[in-house]
């Protein structure tokens, strides 16, 4: 199964900025989305960016869109989210998800954002 770890998750000031990773590696199958999630506390888990591994096909969520921005490494397995003028309620655990079919089919473990006023 696909094992994803992000990192690069923290403490920033309202307007700051962060650039998560997050590293695949163990792939048992042939995927070619990557996305990105946050959970919020008392919320439900929101997609906030994707990318089609093989292609470079993007998407976001309208909250996010033009403050953040999702790349990708093929060489390293590795998709970054570059996040840019954060706001409070970007507050959150980000996860990086294998999205198969549309459907996050593998989780990592979770990296915390918390952005201060």
């Known amino acids: 199964q696909v094992q994803l770890v992000e990192s690069g998750g923290g403490l920033v000031q309202a307007g700051g900025s962060l650039r998560l990773s997050c590293a695949a590696s163990g792939r048992t199958f042939s995927s070619y989305d990557m996305g990105w999630f946050r959970q919020a506390p008392g919320k439900e888990r929101e997609f906030v960016a994707s990318?089609?591994?093989?292609?470079?096909?993007?998407a976001y969520a309208g909250s996010v869109k033009g403050r953040f921005a999702i790349s990708r490494d093929n060489a390293r397995n590795t998709v970054y989210l570059q996040m840019n003028s954060l706001k409070p309620e970007d507050t959150a655990v980000y996860y990086c998800?294998?999205?198969?079919?549309?459907?996050?089919?593998?989780w990592g473990q979770g990296t915390q954002v918390t952005v201060s006023s």
């Open positions: 998800a294998s999205v198969v079919a549309g459907t996050p089919a593998y």
């Open positions: 990318m089609s591994w093989r292609g470079g096909r993007t």
